[in-house]
C-alpha cells in the first residue's frame, strides 16, 4: 500500500520526533483523546449502573438552556466555535513546520472528485452504519442513541447542521489527517497508522457502547485505508459530514413518527 501526499510527507526540517510526539498527545488531550477517556469512563458507570444498556440513552445534541431560547442558541454557538479551537492548533501546527493544510488534502484543487467521493463514502457507510446500530441496540449491547434533543425553535435546524460540519472537520482534520501524517512522519507504516487512527477514533464513541465503539473503529479503518490510497482528506470532510446531518435531520423528522428507531417514542 503505496501512501498518497496526505499521509506520506517528509519530516519537515527542525521537527523532532519527540516534537511530534508532543504535538500529537496536546492536540489528542485537547479535543479527542479527552473525549476517548471520558467515554471509557462513561461507558462503565453505564455497565455499572444495574440499568441495561439498550434502557439508557445517549443524547448526541441536547439543550443547553432549557426553557431559554436565546440562551440556549448562544451556548450552541460557542460550543460549536470553541470545539473546532483544536483544529486551529492543527493549522497553525502545519503552517509553522512550512507544511500548511494543503499537505493534508484540504484545499480545493479537486472539488468535483473530493465531493463525488465524499458523496458515494456518505451513501455506502452511512447506510451500513444505521444497520450496525439497529443490531448492536438489539443484541443489548448498545444504548438507544438520542440524535438530537433540541427544542423546537427556529434555529434548531442550523444548529444541527453546524453540529454535523463541527464534527466532520474536528475528527476527520485531526484523526484521520493529522494524526496519521505525524505517525508516518515518526517512521510508522500504513498499517499501524491506519490501525492506531481507528482505534482513537473507535474509543471516543464508547459512550454509546459496544456497537459504537465498533462501528466506529471499522469506518475508521476504512476511512483511513482510502486516506493512504487518495492521500487527501477533504472527501471524507463531506462524507462524515453528509453522514451526521443526514442522522441529526431525519432523527429529528421522525421523532415521534416512528416506532422502529431506538429511543424515539
Do not use: K
Amino acid at each position: 500500500m503505496t501512501p498518497g501526499i496526505g499521509v506520506r510527507g517528509r519530516r519537515p526540517a527542525g521537527l523532532t520526533g519527540g516534537m511530534i510526539v508532543a504535538e500529537i498527545l496536546i492536540v489528542l488531550a485537547l479535543s479527542l483523546g479527552r473525549s476517548g477517556i471520558y467515554a471509557i469512563v462513561s461507558f462503565v458507570a453505564d455497565l455499572t449502573s444495574g440499568v441495561p444498556l439498550a434502557d439508557q440513552t445517549a443524547v448526541l445534541n441536547n439543550s443547553l438552556a432549557p426553557g431559554r431560547p436565546l440562551l440556549d442558541l448562544t451556548r450552541q454557538v460557542l460550543r460549536i466555535g470553541f470545539a473546532l479551537a483544536p483544529v486551529a492548533l492543527v493549522w497553525y501546527l502545519l503552517v509553522r513546520s512550512g507544511e500548511g493544510l494543503r499537505s493534508i488534502g484540504l484545499d480545493l484543487s479537486q472539488p468535483v472528485r473530493d465531493l463525488a467521493r465524499g458523496a458515494g463514502l456518505a451513501a455506502v457507510v452511512g447506510g451500513i452504519g444505521l444497520v450496525g446500530y439497529l443490531v448492536a441496540y438489539t443484541s443489548g449491547v448498545n444504548l438507544a442513541v438520542v440524535a438530537q434533543a433540541l427544542p423546537e425553535a427556529w434555529w434548531r435546524w442550523p444548529v444541527l447542521i453546524g453540529a454535523a460540519i463541527q464534527n466532520s472537520i474536528l475528527e476527520e482534520v485531526i484523526i484521520l489527517a493529522f494524526v496519521m501524517r505525524r505517525l508516518t512522519q515518526l517512521g510508522w507504516g500504513p498499517w499501524p497508522t491506519v490501525v492506531t487512527s481507528g482505534v482513537v477514533r473507535g474509543s471516543y464513541h464508547l459512550y454509546q457502547g459496544i456497537g459504537g465503539l465498533l462501528g466506529n473503529m471499522a469506518m475508521g479503518l476504512f476511512f483511513g485505508w482510502l486516506f493512504v490510497r487518495w492521500g487527501r482528506v477533504l472527501p471524507f470532510l463531506v462524507a462524515h459530514a453528509l453522514i451526521d446531518i443526514v442522522a441529526f435531520l431525519g432523527y429529528a423528522l421522525l421523532a415521534g413518527r416512528v416506532d422502529w428507531l431506538p429511543g424515539v417514542g
